[in-house]
């Protein structure tokens, strides 16, 4: 993997050999109050950097900026929602989730405020280090009681839950993807559905249970590996609370072995959902867990860390072709 | 939708008694119990007086109606207070007062919203309500609501650092149909404050508020403080309130360590005489 270079704060990452679309949270947030015009949008100093500069162009008096201040951007977000209005809250997840934790927890969910935040920089899709990469969020926001929780994977995705989420109860913590955003589901046909999960293919050598953008690197895994003689399915669990514990458990029991792929640490999230899931409905499977390690993960170019920690469609296609003992070669 | 008393019909006297019904609420809920935040309802009594029976516009048949005032108390430990005044305006049935505290009784130790009549937020982790406060102000603006934000902080809540990014919030979104009252008693869980918060009035003024210091436990000066919110525009308001803990019982206002006050059991018969000696 040749090294690269930190992007500037920003600038947007290209995205290659697959449509995408620019600013679909915008989109999908204006659309919402052309319908609702009960939403108002509220960020800490991230306006540009969580793509609702076009909401706050298209609806000006429905935008507030309260600066550098988390715990505000919460506060004043569950005082608007007890007056009656929808408030979307973006920031990075990072500090959405570990700054403003208390008053996402008691000021908003612990009264069912309406209140959706909207968390950028899930993961591994920034290169600013530790301080800037949610890796924890999902396990953070997931233990809330009455937390609605949304990892989505592409544009279409995003757009759909931005235009949706003032009709799901209470709060909710979605990541969220900015900028140029990859376009993996038709949104002709694709239609999301909270706390369920959708199943991709009928192979039966390998399921794939991934959330977030893990799920584009599945697809392109389990087409890679049928090439291999490896015939694998995918089911995309965008939700991760409430959690679609029969589609999982129904799903892993039609295949051989399980492979789980978040991006996110394997505290907490995804993995342990799924294998909550399982021992509950009694569903032992041999298991390859993917995801960011239990550690700070260091700045660098996006490619170069999502490569590095195992987050690529190749890496995760490698990953599971060595455990499999089939091999990788034979795809390229 | 209007409180008890409007200014055309101001009466001192019906504030005093309605105080000092208050304590007496307040009374009911701590007799027996050995401990509890009594000395800071006690030292509200007369804000909470003046903010129910005169200035507060709320229907005595619906918490919820959709022009009401909102009122935030984010010291949700003063929950003995609010059921007193609760219970006073008809939220809640007053013999569910003696409940306070007890297992399943919704009268609990700090205030969850939802679970009674007229509580608007979840006080019990400090440094939320004026963010919420903000939000609401901003919320009601937006909607051409003339309704107004009342919320209630105290001295050792400042100490929480979300006060100041709503501070400057409210400040930078000019929410002058926002109020608040500071409860200066002067103490916190490990005793008198910990930290000074001092010049505290000159605080709120640089953050860009309007400011009005008073004796919070003089009625004619908090019916000033009301009107002087009612007459200034373009800025939050701030009424800084020197209240003293235990207030009306001698003998609890002579406790050193008021925060969490720990009464003997055959102690509430004096109590109780001493409140009505007081305001006899």
């Known amino acids: ?12 990452e290209t995205v ?7 600013a679909p949270f915008a989109k999908g947030a204006i659309a919402a109050n052309e319908k609702r015009d009960d939403i108002v949008v509220l960020t800490a100093d991230l306006g540009k950097y969580t793509d609702v500069y076009p909401f706050r162009d298209r609806f000006p008096d429905r935008f507030y900026n309260v600066g550098m201040a988390e715990q505000a951007l919460v506060t004043v977000a569950a005082g608007l929602s007890r007056t009656g209005w929808t408030a979307y809250c973006t920031t990075y997840g990072a500090f959405a989730t570990r700054r403003a934790h208390d008053f996402l927890a008691i000021a908003c969910a612990h009264g069912g ?81 909270l706390g369920k999960a959708k199943r991709f293919g009928d192979g039966a050598d390998i399921g794939f249970i991934s959330t977030g953008f893990m799920t584009e690197r599945c697809l392109d895994a389990a087409r890679d590996l049928a090439r291999m003689g490896v015939k694998a399915s995918v089911l995309h669990c965008a939700t991760i609370k409430p ?39 009694s569903i032992l499977k041999p298991m390859l867990k993917i995801g960011i390690p239990d550690r700070f993960i260091e700045c660098g170019s996006i490619p170069y860390l999502q490569n590095k920690y195992g987050l690529t469609a190749e890496r995760v296609r490698d990953s599971v072709a060595d455990w499999l003992g089939v091999r990788a070669e034979a795809a390229e | 939708m209007t409180p008890a008393l409007t200014n055309d019909t101001l009466s001192f006297a019906f504030l005093k008694e309605k105080a000092h ?50 009122f935030y108390m984010s010291t949700g430990h003063y929950s003995i207070a609010l059921w007193a005044v609760l219970a006073e305006i008809g939220y809640i049935p007053k013999d569910m007062l003696p409940t306070y505290g007890a297992d399943e009784s919704p009268l609990e130790m700090s205030t969850i919203e939802g679970r009674v009549p007229g509580v608007e937020m979840t006080g019990g982790s400090l440094g939320h309500g004026l963010g919420i406060a903000v939000g609401a102000a901003l919320g009601l603006r937006l909607k051409g609501s003339q309704s107004r934000v009342f919320v209630e902080t105290s001295d050792g809540e400042l100490q929480e650092g979300s006060t100041w990014e709503a501070a400057t919030a409210a400040a930078a979104f000019k929410c002058d149909n926002l109020v608040a009252f500071l409860d200066c008693n002067g103490i916190q869980a490990d005793g008198m404050l910990v930290v000074p918060i001092e010049p505290v009035a000159d605080k709120w003024r640089a953050f860009g508020w309007d400011v009005f210091e008073i004796d919070g436990n003089s009625l004619e000066q908090l019916v000033g403080a009301m009107q002087w919110a009612r007459a200034t525009r373009g800025k939050p308001k701030m009424v800084v309130m020197r209240t003293k803990p235990g207030k009306g019982i001698a003998r609890l206002e002579a406790r050193e360590q008021a925060h969490f006050i720990r009464v003997d059991a055959d102690e509430w018969d004096l109590i109780s005489r001493e409140l009505e000696q007081e305001n006899a």
Not at chain 1, 16 to 22: A, G, H, L, S, Y
Not at chain 1, 148 to 171: F, N
Not at chain 1, 260 to 278: F, K, M, P, Q, R
Request: hydrophobic letters at 40%; aromatic letters at 8%.
């Open chain 1, 16 to 22: 290659e050999n697959r449509p995408f679309e620019t």
């Open chain 2, 21 to 70: 019904q208050l304590r007496r609420n307040m009374l009911v809920q701590a007799v027996g119990k050995g401990q509890g935040y009594l000395g800071q309802g006690l030292g509200l009594a007369e804000f909470f007086s003046v903010l129910y029976f005169h200035e507060l516009k709320y229907d005595p048949q619906d918490p919820h109606a959709k022009n009401r005032d909102r």
């Open chain 1, 1 to 12: 993997m040749p090294k690269g270079q930190t992007l500037g704060m920003g600038e947007l």
């Open chain 1, 113 to 193: 405020a309406n209140v959706k935040m909207f968390a950028g920089n899930p993961g591994l899709t920034t290169g600013y280090g530790g301080t800037h990469q949610a890796i924890e969020d999902l396990a953070l926001m997931r233990a809330v009681p009455d937390m609605t929780v949304i990892d989505p994977c592409d544009a279409t995705e995003m757009r759909q839950i931005a235009e949706q989420a003032g009709e799901i109860d209470g709060t909710v913590y979605c990541r969220l993807l900015r900028g140029n955003v990859p376009v993996v589901f038709d949104p002709a046909t694709y239609k999301f559905e």
């Open chain 1, 243 to 281: 959690f679609d514990r029969d589609g999982v458990a129904e799903f892993a029991a039609s295949v051989d072995k399980v492979v789980t792929a978040e991006n996110h640490v394997l505290i907490g999230g995804l993995t342990s959902v799924v294998l909550d899931a399982l021992q509950e409905a």
